[in-house]
């Protein structure tokens, strides 16, 4: 169980276009997902917080405007990189927290990630 | 922001050898996770932690939740060949929150 999908696996894209990444649980509803950027060599680092059915919570310094996030059902977030440029190139996460989880329990699970490169 | 100090950076160890790694943060989150990434893929869950001073094991990790809930180590024990890759240890304040991630252990085994 708890297993977490991420369509493409990977992106080439040419500059200035948009690329929409998928996030999807699969065998468990999600009414939260988050969305984590990881750069060669580092680690990583939450961008945004999905919630189903809301509007998405940015961390500071992430541009809501270029990292668009739409979470229209309980299974599946969206993350559409606006105006892609070069330096926008990174591995991409998402984890989703299983809507079942109560009291302190927060374990994320994660997708296997999509790797976007932007020429 | 919260900031978490992972250490070692890097590990080289013989096949056989224990490791030990930890994590310590400038503030008290309320739960503690350990996961593990391989090149190309999305971290997976080994351990989690919810208790202030919880002992938890998982075949051969055993993870810990400092009782000052601002550190955590993890152990493995007879370290294989599989046991490569990158841990990292993350933090969350509980509820909904996203996850804070240390900077990640390299765990090179030399057979």
């Known amino acids: 169980g708890a297993v977490v999908s991420q369509h493409p696996s990977r992106v080439i894209c040419k500059s200035g276009t948009s690329v929409k990444i998928e996030c999807r649980s699969l065998?468990?509803?999600?009414?939260?997902m988050f969305w984590y950027r990881q750069f060669p060599k580092q680690s990583l680092m939450l961008m945004a917080t999905?919630?189903?059915?809301?509007?998405?919570?940015?961390e500071q310094g992430v541009e809501k405007d270029k990292f668009l996030i739409n979470h229209a059902s309980l299974t599946l977030s969206t993350l559409t990189v606006t105006s892609a440029h070069p330096e926008d190139s990174s591995f991409y996460i998402c984890?989703?927290?299983?809507?079942?989880?109560?009291?302190?329990?927060?374990?994320?699970?994660f997708g296997p990630g999509t790797r976007l490169t932007v020429l | 922001g919260q900031q978490l100090n992972q250490s070692p950076q890097s590990m080289f160890i013989q096949e056989g050898e224990d490791v030990s790694m930890n994590c310590t943060s400038s503030?008290?989150?309320?739960?503690w996770l350990w996961y593990k990434q391989d090149p190309g893929e999305g971290p997976v869950l080994l351990i989690a932690?919810?208790?202030?001073?919880e002992l938890t094991s998982n075949g051969r990790l055993t993870a810990q939740f400092g009782i000052t809930r601002k550190d955590s180590f993890l152990n493995i024990s007879a370290s294989i060949p599989s046991d490569v890759g990158i841990y990292f240890c993350?933090?969350?304040?509980?509820?909904?929150?996203?996850?804070?991630f240390g900077k990640g252990t390299h765990l090179i085994i030399q057979p």
């Open positions: 999905s919630n189903e059915g809301s509007k998405a919570t940015y």
């Open positions: 984890s989703a927290r299983d809507a079942a989880g109560t009291g302190n329990y927060n374990e994320q699970f």
């Open positions: 065998d468990f509803q999600a009414t939260t």
């Open positions: 993350a933090g969350s304040g509980g509820g909904a929150d996203g996850l804070t």
């Open positions: 503030s008290i989150f309320n739960t």
């Open positions: 932690l919810y208790k202030a001073g």
